[in-house]
């Protein structure tokens, strides 16, 4: 069985940071494997953040975050980290990590292209 559990969410203050870390179990890590961040705040559509190709480590992030959030895979290779540095208020959302497979899933971080996702961990960044 596949679990994905995130952690590290928060407050911080506008121009603060988090890190938040992503722990997988059960997933199995093969050359095609693809994690990604997703967050959704209130009222709004889930987006795809961040996303990390594991084979050749390439990362890709949303316009909005790019600069200022870093995607890492953790040491151990169970998981991922996102370093989200400068925050701003409306990064304000419930960030969820996601596992798939296939360097498009990276690509394009659109939901239907993954297939196991955590509970979910909710980021407060105030003014």
């Known amino acids: 069985q596949v679990q994905l559990a995130e952690s590290g969410g928060g407050s911080a203050q506008a121009g603060g940071s988090l890190r938040l870390f992503c722990e997988t179990s059960g997933y199995s890590y093969s050359s095609a494997s693809c994690l990604a961040w997703f967050r959704q705040a209130p009222g709004k559509e889930r987006e795809g953040v961040a996303s990390?190709?594991?084979?050749?480590?390439?990362?890709e992030y949303a316009d909005s975050v790019k600069g200022r959030f870093t995607v890492s895979r953790d040491n151990a290779e169970n998981g991922m980290y996102l370093q989200m540095n400068s925050l701003k208020p409306e990064d304000t959302a419930t960030y969820y990590c996601a596992a798939g497979y296939g360097l498009y899933a990276c690509v394009r971080r659109t939901l239907s292209d993954f297939d196991y996702w955590g509970q979910g961990t909710q980021v407060s960044v105030s003014s």
């Open positions: 990390i190709y594991i084979s050749r480590g390439t990362t």
